[in-house]
């Protein structure tokens, strides 16, 4: 007679907890009784109880199969790193201890490390004891070096690509994760995480991106009276706590104030070497980078003139972490509809204009005429993209040449930051849906939205 195989059930997984990595796994069984006996392997050299348990573990993590919980328990990694560190030791070899010792430590380290996410977890309290007893047994220091079975994965909880390459590995998928990019510049123009491109008005202060992870609010300020044309002259960017990987950082930046460091004065987050958070300054006062390595995570600040642009690089799971209270978010649902200046989302052009347009003020007609910025504009770029109709709308619309180098770094944002190279370029949709359209038509309709932005 064939035994029924019983069926083996997942504890019910606790709430998600927020500015908390993706899910992980959580295992039953193994108390305090297979606790206390692991420590011990014979002199001989073949494995014990101390290389047996860490196996009965892992065999039982097999056994009852990956349950799909929210949970970050990562005690079956910490584990899986011991028996590599500790399976080819013999026991009766010279400098057996000292490299025990330190696999112990490492070992000690990582449980640490998810010891939040742990609580309530039978198999982490076993691993704590057993860790105990055996650095008792063997006279180990709490404090010294540690040994790591692959650099790469020393800190992973700290590694979002370390963390998803894990993950992968026990699911067995061989997916990339995806980014979204968000950008905004000149006039202002936001690229949204939806590849949407919108001109806004959006005067004073509105957030960009606003998750579990990461808030980013600007503030936009009148660049021409009698215009409602605005720009960006103030970026205020909050990395928010991370167990074990970062404490909260603001980073802050103002017209003529582009800092390298965070508001507390620091240039890093992140414990000892595991910077897991860092400013770089690329041009000082002009060019800042912010690399979140714990979120995957990359920013860029820069200041052209008197205003401010920021691009973003940012993974979709954690970008997608917010609640419905969180959804007044430009980066993800654009500008509302009372706040832009454009035509249907695409800084869109009438293929025809019957009459031509009414003069423009004589804030923007004293700097620049059509073709005057067409031909600043046709400097820096090659191919009229989105970006180059926007530096053409910039110019009408504000005179300040500056806006020409505004709108080509963020199209050099956009080639370095954007995951995605077929969507690089954004043309201008006529009426019939066609990419391109004759130039007449497209700078005829781009003075129309100049008229319509100084209403």
């Known amino acids: 007679m064939?035994?029924?195989?019983?069926a083996v059930q997942c504890q019910p997984a606790p709430a998600p907890q927020p500015h908390r990595p993706a899910s992980r796994p959580e295992w039953t069984g193994m108390g305090r009784r297979a606790a206390l006996s692991y420590p011990g392997a014979d002199r001989r050299g073949t494995p014990g109880p101390l290389h047996l348990l860490p196996l009965l573990i892992l065999a039982l993590w097999g056994h009852t199969g990956y349950c799909h919980q929210q949970t970050q328990c990562r005690i079956q990694k910490c584990t899986t790193d011991f028996v590599s560190l500790t399976s080819h030791l013999n026991t009766g070899s010279d400098g057996f201890d000292s490299e025990f010792c330190k696999a112990l430590r490492a070992y000690a380290g990582c449980t640490h490390r998810t010891s939040k996410a742990c609580r309530g977890n039978l198999v982490y309290h076993s691993a704590v004891l057993g860790i105990s007893d055996l650095m008792s047994q063997r006279n180990c220091s709490k404090d010294g070096p540690t040994s790591s079975t692959n650099p790469e994965f020393a800190n992973d909880l700290c590694n979002f690509h370390s963390r998803v390459t894990a993950r992968e590995l026990r699911v067995g998928e061989q997916t990339q994760p995806n980014?979204?990019?968000?950008?905004?510049?000149?006039d202002p123009h936001l690229r949204t995480f939806k590849d949407h491109f919108q001109t806004c008005k959006v005067e004073g202060a509105w957030p960009l991106i606003d998750n579990n992870y990461l808030s980013v609010q600007v503030t936009n300020v009148p660049v021409v009276t009698g215009s409602s044309a605005t720009a960006t002259n103030k970026i205020t960017i909050i990395f928010k706590s991370f167990p074990d990987c970062t404490d909260q950082k603001?980073?802050?930046?103002?017209?003529?104030?582009?800092?390298a460091a965070f508001v507390d004065?620091?240039?890093?987050?992140?414990?000892?070497?595991?910077k897991t958070l860092r400013i770089t300054e690329k041009v000082s006062g002009k060019h800042v980078e912010i690399h979140a390595r714990y979120i995957g995570t990359t920013v860029i600040v820069r200041q052209h003139g008197?205003?401010?642009?920021?691009?973003?690089?940012?993974?979709?799971?954690?970008?997608?972490?917010y609640e419905e209270s969180q959804d007044l978010q430009l980066c993800m649902n654009g500008c509302p509809s009372s706040e832009r200046i454009d035509e249907g989302g695409h800084l869109r052009f009438p293929e025809t204009v019957n009459a031509p347009p009414s003069p423009l003020p004589s804030q923007a007609r004293s700097a620049y005429t059509l073709e005057s910025?067409?031909?600043?504009?046709l400097e820096k770029f090659q191919v009229r993209h989105i970006y180059f109709h926007s530096c053409v709308f910039d110019l009408l619309t504000t005179g300040d040449a500056n806006f020409t180098a505004a709108a080509y770094s963020a199209w050099e944002d956009v080639e370095g930051l954007h995951p995605r190279k077929e969507l690089w370029q954004i043309f201008p949709n006529s009426g019939n849906g066609s990419k391109t359209q004759a130039l007449p038509a497209v700078v005829l309709g781009l003075v129309c939205l100049v008229l319509v932005a100084f209403l």
Do not use: H, W
């Not at 603001?250 to 800092?259: E, F, I, M």
């Open 2 to 6: 064939k035994r029924r195989k019983r």
């Open 250 to 259: 603001v980073y802050q930046a103002v017209t003529d104030d582009l800092p």
């Open 265 to 274: 004065g620091t240039v890093s987050g992140g414990d000892g070497d595991s």
């Open 179 to 186: 980014y979204l990019f968000c950008g905004l510049f000149g």
């Open 306 to 321: 008197n205003y401010l642009t920021l691009a973003i690089r940012m993974p979709e799971e954690l970008a997608m972490a």
């Open 373 to 377: 910025a067409i031909a600043k504009c």
